[in-house]
């Protein structure tokens, strides 16, 4: 063997076999290390190294004293050893921790008697709260003393040597797993469950799938005559006055207190007031504006008492005194509000319809609108036709057109858009353009004439508002408008036929905040008649009239007037000849 084999190699087996560390003259391993020092520097010693003829003398002296290991051929028996003589060629580490000793009992033995049970004994735990494996382990309740144990070490040419005794004692204290329910005297039986046994669950009556319609039917019902019964019996908001979201600019601005008084002109010749001016409503909005009519008994005055509230008011003739107030909801911003006689002649009742700016309700059962680039007609008889296309394109803003029936069942349309006047006659051809390109425009007046019509309407340039009348002539197949003339300054005209084949004119004049409404008396050519007959009260800012005339001269002039920061309609009579 040669030196690097002898350094690496360790023998085991044989009797005697010395180990390295304790090889005769060797002086690496026989040196043990100091101890450590404590308090002070620890110095490691180091011995000196042994030479290599003195690991070879010891390598050759220890491989002459071993003996060659024994071979010993096995026999099956030999493979199941007896329970006392187990041979091994090993050295084997006594168990200290030996195992317990299972013993049998006996019946006898199961039958304990009930003095001997101790008070902290308690039951096991039910199936549903099992204690853990630790808890287990490391309860000790009725642990038996472990046998005496002696571990030895055996081979074939020596006697078996105990080398320790291990023995378990049980514990003076017994403990309980912390999962074990603790003792109680309850008188109630335990809750125990045999092998195989499941939970069962009690049946919940379910309410059948009718009954809960019906019960939720029944509270959606209450829930919606509660919401009814709010919304018919709240209070309307009281309405604060505002100016004309239309874009009007020749509105009368009542809101602009009275900057002075305007001298009163001469009575018109034919025509003489009756009565002074009445309050008809003590609130309108300015907006909507005003609309007059002939009723059957009287005169109706059409208004918006609220953004969504339309009032229409039936007046005697000769007094002018309230005979009739109706009042009408509506979902949508009240934009005019126009008074009829109704479909029943015989009934002294009035009809109350709600138009927007770019509609007009000529009579109960024709209706004129002007939307999406065209004029259309809708009748109770037909269903709704385009009466004329509007050159150009469609305004972002609703457009504003009136109407007016001519005796012969014509029907005169007047639509306004920026700069210019479309106008035309059913029966006589397409529209008539009027063009006023460099003019804010106002809403235009209608009124039917023998050989044709009459339009009136205001309009600002470089200086203030003017009143311009033009003819409408229906002689040839298509109708034509005049050049229009300038008759005074002023704004919101209102025309209205006289009895004599005159017309009649109103309108509001003045300087800023001291406007005053007034009355034209003007011939079949247009011109005017007279002077002018002041209809409003002085020191009161008034404008935006409305004026109807009865078969029998009988008039009524209606219009807003602005106090305490509040609009409110007042109207007054006059008798023309």
């Not at 076999?17 to 304790?22: C, K, M, R, S």
């Not at 494996?133 to 000790?140: K, M, N, P």
């Not at 969504?308 to 509506?330: C, K, M, P």
């Not at 109770?380 to 972002?396: D, F, H, M, Y």
Request: hydrophobic share 40%.
């Amino acid at each position: 063997m040669g030196t690097d084999e002898k350094r690496q190699t360790l023998v085991f087996g044989g009797q005697g076999a010395p180990v390295l560390g304790a090889i005769a003259g060797g002086p690496r391993l026989a040196v043990p290390p100091p101890p450590p020092t404590f308090g002070g520097p620890r110095l490691a010693v180091r011995p000196p190294a042994p030479t290599l003829d003195e690991v070879d003398a010891a390598w050759d002296t220890q491989l002459a004293s071993m003996l060659p290991p024994v071979v010993e051929v096995l026999s099956s028996d030999d493979l199941i050893p007896d329970d006392d003589d187990r041979p091994s060629d090993r050295v084997t580490v006594p168990n200290q921790l030996a195992p317990k000793l299972v013993e049998e009992l006996s019946a006898s033995d199961l039958e304990a008697d009930e003095s001997d049970r101790s008070l902290k004994t308690t039951r096991p735990p039910p199936p549903t709260q099992r204690p853990t494996l630790q808890e287990l382990a490391s309860s000790t309740v009725r642990t038996m003393p472990p046998p005496f144990v002696e571990p030895i070490v055996r081979r074939r040419d020596t006697v078996p040597v105990p080398l320790a005794s291990v023995i378990v004692t049980e514990p003076t204290e017994q403990t309980t797993p912390a999962s074990a329910p603790p003792v109680s005297f309850d008188a109630r039986p335990p809750m125990t469950s045999l092998p195989g046994d499941t939970a069962r669950s009690v049946p919940v009556p379910r309410l059948a799938r009718a009954n809960v319609l019906l019960f939720a039917a029944s509270h959606v019902a209450v829930a919606a005559s509660v919401l009814l019964y709010v919304w018919a019996t709240r209070e309307p908001p009281r309405p604060t006055p505002r100016h004309a979201r239309v874009a009007i600019t020749e509105r009368t601005a009542v809101g602009t207190p009275a900057s002075g008084s305007v001298p009163l002109a001469a009575p018109t010749e034919g025509c003489r007031v009756e009565d002074l001016a009445r309050i008809v409503a003590p609130r309108a909005m300015l907006g909507p504006g005003l609309d007059a009519s002939v009723l059957e008994s009287g005169f109706g005055i059409g208004l918006a008492s609220a953004p969504h509230e339309a009032t229409g008011i039936r007046l005697d003739a000769s007094t002018l005194r309230t005979a009739e107030t109706l009042r009408v909801q509506s979902i949508w911003p009240v934009g005019r509000v126009t008074i009829d006689r109704g479909s029943d002649p015989e009934e002294e009742r009035m009809q109350v319809r709600l138009d927007a700016s770019d509609a007009r309700t000529v009579t109960p059962s024709l209706r004129i609108t002007a939307q999406k680039g065209g004029v259309f007609a809708t009748d109770e008889s037909q269903p709704k036709r385009l009466l004329w296309g509007i050159p150009g394109a469609v305004p972002k803003t609703p457009e504003t057109v009136r109407a007016l029936t001519r005796p012969d069942g014509a029907t005169i349309v007047a639509v306004r858009r920026p700069g210019l006047y479309w106008v035309g006659v059913t029966g006589h051809g397409p529209l008539t353009p009027v063009v006023r390109s460099t003019r804010t425009l106002g809403a235009p007046a209608l009124a039917s004439m023998p050989e044709g019509g009459v339009m009136a309407w205001a309009e600002r340039g470089s200086d203030g508002f003017t009143i311009m009348t033009a003819a409408i002539a229906t002689e040839g197949a298509r109708a034509t408008v005049s050049e229009p003339e300038a008759l005074a300054d002023g704004m919101s005209p209102a025309l209205a036929n006289l009895p004599s084949g005159e017309l009649l004119l109103a309108y509001s004049d003045g300087g800023a905040g001291a406007h005053r409404v007034v009355a034209q008396r003007l011939g079949p050519d247009l011109t005017p008649r007279g002077g002018l007959l002041v209809l409003s009260e002085a020191g009161t800012n008034a404008g935006s009239p409305a004026l109807a005339v009865d078969p029998d001269g009988r008039a009524v002039v209606a219009y807003l007037t602005f106090a305490k920061g509040q609009a409110e309609v007042r109207a007054t009579a006059l008798t023309c000849h």
